[in-house]
């Protein structure tokens, strides 16, 4: 089986200093990891994602996440937020070799203060 | 490139009513998924198509729900009677192929409020 757990329901964070959303995941195999944004009224989209190749993965929008083997971590990173970024987040994994099947993590919503 | 398409955006219904979803995925993807995702909590994958062949229906509640895909394009989602727990959002997303890690492209969604 394969889960995700996201540490943090809700962060909030001041315009121009840096985000950090956490997320732990489970799998017995391989995983593929992803984070996903999803604005109100608006669809999910991916951010970024992490397939076993580079374990520093770059995404759109400047948000960045380290794959962590020996602390089964995922956190997405963003060195400097912009009140657009705030939404909420899911982290998202997926096993190798299970027909791309997801598995979302409960989401943080992402706050941005002036 | 036009994305996926739901519709409607939004639909109140009184419990034990019929309700039905319709989802256009993005034109020459192969894999459909159709979502829920309630309140507070992540999307849960209900059903996958292939074409018009399912691959995964293991989490749709079968004595209530219902899926097709009939030409292998646009697919239909219907709740039959529905019940108060049945209100989400449903989302319907499509990805060029099945395989791991293939973008899944995901639609606004549709609101469903039971009463």
């Known amino acids: 089986a394969q889960s995700v757990t996201q540490l943090d329901s809700h962060v909030s964070v001041s315009e121009g200093t840096p985000v950090l959303l956490r997320c732990n995941y489970s799998?017995?195999?391989?995983?593929?990891l992803f984070w996903y944004v999803q604005h109100p009224n608006k669809g999910l989209q991916l951010l970024l994602k992490y397939t076993s190749a580079a374990t520093l993965v770059k995404g759109i929008n400047g948000f960045e996440a380290e794959f962590k083997k020996s602390e089964t971590s995922f956190h997405l990173t963003k060195p400097s937020a912009h009140m657009s970024d705030a939404a909420e987040y899911f982290c998202v994994v997926s096993l190798t070799g299970g027909g791309n099947k997801l598995t979302f993590g409960t989401g943080t919503q992402l706050k941005v203060e002036l | 490139e036009a994305g996926v398409a739901q519709s409607p955006r939004y639909k109140i219904i009184e419990k034990r009513q019929s309700v039905a979803f319709w989802c256009n995925p993005i034109s020459g993807h192969a894999t459909l998924y159709w979502y829920q995702q309630i309140l507070g909590q992540g999307p849960k994958l209900l059903i996958q198509?292939?074409?018009?062949?399912?691959?995964?229906d293991s989490q749709l509640p079968k004595d209530r729900f219902s899926a097709e895909r009939l030409k292998g394009v646009d697919s239909t989602l219907k709740i039959q009677p529905a019940k108060l727990e049945d209100s989400a959002v449903y989302l319907c997303?499509?990805?060029?192929?099945?395989?791991?890690?293939?973008?899944?492209?995901f639609g606004p969604g549709t609101r469903l409020t039971v009463l």
């Open positions: 799998s017995s195999y391989s995983p593929s």
């Open positions: 198509f292939q074409n018009n062949g399912v691959v995964d």
């Open positions: 997303a499509s990805s060029l192929e099945p395989g791991d890690a293939n973008e899944q492209f």
